[in-house]
Structures are given as C-alpha cells and as structure tokens.
C-alpha cells in the first residue's frame, strides 16, 4: 500500500528521521509509538507528501508522496486532525460535507450520491442525532467523531490519525478505539495512527513502529514482539513491567512505581 | 411540505432583497429637501404628469439616485471582501483593510504567495503604518482645503459621486464577487485553517492568492470611490453568519444585499441628522460599528 523506502529528513541541523524504512499493508492498523520530538508527527506529515524528504521518498500506488498533487493525495489519504478550537458555527452536516472536496470540488455543491455518502457516514459515527448542531457547541468527544465522519465521508482507502484520543475522556476514547477496529476490520480501511497509549495500540494494532527519541526505529512488529521492557526502557527510559492480563488477554504495561 | 422547505431554505433571498428595496426608497426619499414616498413613486415609476420637469424629479435623478446606487455598491463590495478575508484569515473578526489599505491589498496579495497569515497581517500593518506616514507628510505639505478634502476621504465618504465611473463599478464588482463566488466551498475549507484545507484537498497557496487578488480588488474599488468607510465590512459578515450561518454559498451574496443595504441607509442617516451639512458616513458607520465590534469581542471572551 505504502512503501517508505530510506526516509530521512531534518529540520535545519536537527535530524529527525534517519534511513527509516518499512511498508504499509493494505486493510491493517498501525499505531507508531515513541517519545515526544521522535518525529511521529513529522512522519505522518511526509507520508501524505506535506514535507518534503531530505533522502528517500514514500512510494504509494500512484506515485511519489511528495510530488503527488494536494487534490490527488486527498482521495487517497485522509487525516484526523487533533481537536483545535472551532471560530466558525457550521453545522455538524456541513462539516462532514466538506469531507466531499476532493472527490468532487464542483461550484454547485456536492452530488446527490456524495449526500448519502455523508448521510452514512453521520450514522455510521453515530452523530446523526447532532447534524443541525453548530459545531462550535459540541464537546470534544463529539466534535471528535465529527472530524472523524468528515475524515470518511473523503472515502479514502487509508485514514492517517494524530494522537486523536489524547484529549478524551476513557469513554470516548474506547467507542472511537472500537470505531477503528470495525472500520480496519469490516471494510478494509488501512489505518497509520500516533498515539502515547501503549495498552490500547496492543489492544487494536496489527502491527507497532517504535521510534527512539532521534527518530530512529528500534522495532516492528506485532504489539508483543515490540512491546517489550528493554523496547520501552529503551525507547522512554522508564523501567516498565510488561504483563499479559490473562482475564482480557490484554497486554498491561506497568511502569516502576514513583514511591 | 417540500415547498415549503424549499422556500425556507431560499427565504433570506426575499428578507435581503426587501431590505435593500426599503433601504433604497428611505435613501431616495431623505435628505436636506425630503421627498414623500408618494411623489417618489411618481417620480420613479409614473408618467410625467405636468410635462416640464420638476424640482424633485432633478433631486433624484441627478443626485440621489447615483448616490444611494454608489451607497449600495461600496456597501456590497466591502461586506462581501471581508467576509472572503474574515475565511482566509480564519478570524471571523478580521477586517478588509487588515492588509493594510487599498494598495496594501494589493501588496498583500504578492506576500501572500511566500508567508503563512501572520507575517501576511503584519506585512499588513506595515504597510498600512508606512501609509499613515506618507499620508501625514501629504497633510503637511497640502494647503488647507486639500486637508479638510482629505479628512473628508480618510472618514469615508460618499459625496463625491462619479456617475460616469458608477457602471464600470458595478461590472468589475460584479465579476469580483462571481469569482469569489464561485470559490465558496473553498473558502469554507479555509474556516477549517490551512493544514486541515491541505489535507481535505486544497492547493492552499494558489487558493490563498486568487482569493486576496480578487477580494483586493473589491476593496480597491471601494476605497477608491469612496475613501476608508469602516466596520461594513467587518460587522455585516458577521451578522449575516448569525442569522443564517457561516457556509459562503450563502454568506457571500447575503453580505453583498445586507452590506449594501445598510450603507444606503448609513449614507441617508448622514445626510439627514445634521442637514444641510453632511457627516461622513465612515463616522455614522463608525458610531454603529464600534459598539457592535466591542459587543462581539465582549461575547468571544465570555466562550
């Protein structure tokens, strides 16, 4: 689906990625982890060609990252952006049409089928019940789902996602993990998301890319291949307990206690 | 049951055309001599009924009615650049002349194209900071009529009517808002910031400059004709987007009817509260304005 392929990049003198390589598999999910500054951000940014590599290139099916057009990436990749704040009070309905742009930017509006699109999509985040909402009055939780429905309504093949849940309460945070799932697993989405919540990337990732605090990557693989206590000291500096809790056959990471 | 949503969907067209309609007459009919509604019909629509020509009918075909169509036209054209400005800059309290004025529009435009909005507001303000200079050295060196005429633009003001200049106006404002018209979906995009409009699949640079060139221009106009007339552009956006929300298929020609509306009768408050003298109708949009921009900031503070 994607292949990256001796990435490098740097801002000025500071290196942030080095050499980076792997592939992307199509309908699997993949949470990169790593240290605040490793650059998971910056990576999500060169894997939909916003930045421009120092050396290597991120391959996709239908070119170069970076030298694909804004229009063309965005029928190939949608992003779920962290919550910022909203100046504007379009309705929850409008908001998830603009998600329509790229498949069609006609000056007379988006289709009849893109409507339905977008009709689905309100169901399918269960949002429907808000869209005549402003969305300047939800919560973050539901302005969340929101950005995510928009994000889908682009009906992209693959979904790329920025710490999404680090401002949600445990129960969005779970309905929108669960939300993942079934879309990675029912239809095939490839999901590439950062998160800092080791447990819950074991719970719903294929696979997990753990990058050090200079970029570099330490592993890949599934969640109990890379989530290890010399992966995570490594990676964090923290010495952790890695268990598998047998009641949810989950992968529990427990760090050193402070006192 | 559809018509009526239909209609309901369509209903601000009727509310802003009536508005305007009403604000005409009322900027027809007053002034330093007023005119009663119903000689004014007359005048307008009726035959003329005493063959020669009237006192009244010379009053508002020669004065008033290039007034209140110049009124209505710089109105327009400022609503409808600062809501374009207020998407791109994503700060639904921006004004037109953010960028600095007329000429810095222009400029911005060109700075557009290399800086992200904050050095693009700054570049504005220096701009607009080395204007103000020049202008004070003008003041200086002119004689004294040359500065009340000049006060008199910098107030913004509608009394020097060119007739002749008012169709072409009209054509290059009307192929101003087409363009950014036409762009309405993409400057919804623009309310989402830059990075998420990117991403959604806008080429954010070009989009950026076609918009402050073709916005720049509508500025342009106004404020050749008609000098700094203020808060238009800021405040009528804004009370368009509360009443009828911020999606710019809509905005922009309901800026452009409620913009132009509130000028004309903006300019017949000027001309009647202190009649046979004139204010500046900048200072009348100002007296509105200003209290209305502190009210908003006042809301925003309290989200």
Known sequence: ?259 | MDNVKQFSRFSWVLWLVFALLLSLLIGLSCGTVSIPLRELLNVLFGSASDGGVSLNSVVIHKIRLPRVLFAALVGAALSVSGASFQAVLRNPLADPYILGVSGGAALGSVVACYGDNNTLILAGVMVGSLASALLLFLLWLAPSDSVRNAVFWLAGNLANVRADWLPWGYVFSSIAFLLLWRKARVLDLFTQGEDCAADLGLDVGRARMQVFAVAGVLVAIAVSMAGLVGFVGLVIPHVVRLLWGPGHARLLPASALAGAAFLVLADALSRTVLAPAELPVGVVTALIGAPFFLYLLRLRGQR
């Open chain 1, 1 to 259: 689906m994607i292949h990256v392929e001796g990435l490098s990049f740097s801002y000025g003198d500071e290196a942030i990625l080095q050499q980076t390589n792997f592939h992307v598999y199509p309908g699997e999910l993949l949470t990169i982890l790593g240290p605040n500054g490793a650059g998971k951000s910056t990576l999500l940014r060169l894997l939909r060609g916003r930045l421009r590599p120092d050396g290597g290139c991120v391959k996709w099916r239908d070119g170069i990252a970076h030298q694909l057009s804004r229009a063309h990436m965005a029928t190939l990749v949608a992003v779920l952006p962290q919550l910022s704040a909203q100046p504007f009070a379009f309705s929850v309905r409008e908001m998830v049409s603009m998600g329509c742009f790229a498949a069609n930017s006609s000056i007379w509006g988006i289709s009849d089928e893109q409507k339905a699109v977008v009709e689905r999509t309100l169901k399918q985040t269960d949002i429907a019940h808000l869209a005549n909402r402003a969305v300047c009055d939800l919560s973050g939780g539901e302005l969340q789902r929101v950005l995510l429905a928009r994000a889908l309504a682009q009906q992209t093949p693959v979904l790329l996602l920025d710490e999404v849940t680090s401002q949600l309460d445990l129960g969005h945070t779970r309905s929108i993990a669960k939300l993942l799932y079934c879309l990675c697993r029912a239809e095939r989405k490839t999901i590439i998301q950062v998160s800092h919540d080791m447990e819950l990337a074991a719970e719903i990732s294929q696979r997990i890319l753990l990058l050090d605090s200079r970029g570099e990557t330490l592993a890949l693989g599934t969640p109990s291949q890379v989530l290890t206590a010399a992966n995570i000291a490594a990676a964090f500096g923290v010495q952790v307990k890695v268990e598998i809790d047998n009641n949810y056959n989950a992968l529990r990471v427990n760090p050193a206690p402070i006192r």
